[in-house]
């Protein structure tokens, strides 16, 4: 079935350490896109990449860090220095060109204990 | 960032009651999309339109793209348990070279049987 993916669903870190987030899709999309979700407050933008090995800042970017190394993948890295990782991570793919719809994977629920 | 205005933030109704929600803008968009998130899970894109003026329906669902470009309302008829989410809205800004999407902070809707 084509979709995107994220794994794991349930993540739990020590403060202090990184950890990262899958996100795959078999789409062919060109764009993908990392959001955090935190009660209240929408969806809030991370980082986004339009081709492989090239990605942009989103509105929250400190923290966090991403690679494009294959169209297919663009994993998210929370590192130590983000401050209040604990939070809902959504990753959304779409063509670029013309209008097209965003498609989300099922999201992954970072806690840092 | 850029900031979509989505109300209410919140609605208690009764099963089959009709519901409208609404997002608003001070800026042009190009491209309106309409998702809903159920608790722990991505959102799922509802409805998408492209036009101003468009107004598109998928089963009890209907949205339309205001005139003005700036806004955009969905309205669910005869609501039904299954109905309870957080319903959001999210565009793309007009302009060349725009591929980032605004999401509104989401309508949460219960539904009272």
């Known amino acids: 079935d084509g979709g995107i993916t994220q794994s794991p669903k349930y993540l739990f870190r020590k403060e202090g350490q990184n950890v990262t987030l899958s996100c795959e899709q078999n789409l062919n999309h060109d764009a993908m896109y990392w959001y955090r979700q935190d009660p209240g407050q929408g969806l809030r933008l991370i980082y986004y990449?339009?081709?492989?090995?090239?990605?942009q800042k989103g509105d929250i970017a400190e923290g966090y860090s991403v690679s494009r190394e294959k169209k297919e993948s663009f994993p998210l890295t929370v590192t130590s220095a983000q401050k209040n990782p604990t939070a809902f991570y959504l990753c959304a793919s779409r063509h670029l060109g013309g209008y097209t719809e965003a498609f989300f994977g099922q999201g992954t629920r970072l806690t840092v204990v | 960032g850029q900031q979509l205005n989505q109300s209410p933030q919140s609605m208690f109704i009764q099963e089959g009651e009709d519901v409208s929600m609404n997002c608003t803008s001070s800026s042009i968009f190009n491209t309106w999309l309409w998702y809903k998130q159920d608790p722990g899970e991505g959102p799922v894109l509802l409805i998408a339109l492209y036009k101003a003026g468009e107004l598109t329906s998928n089963g009890r669902l209907t949205a339309q793209f205001g005139i003005t470009r700036k806004d955009s309302f969905l309205n669910i008829s005869a609501s039904i348990p299954s109905d309870v989410g957080i319903y959001f809205c999210a565009g793309q800004l007009a302009g060349a070279g725009s591929y980032q999407l605004t999401f509104g902070k989401g309508t949460k809707l219960s539904v009272i049987p």
């Open positions: 990449s339009q081709i492989v090995n090239d990605f």
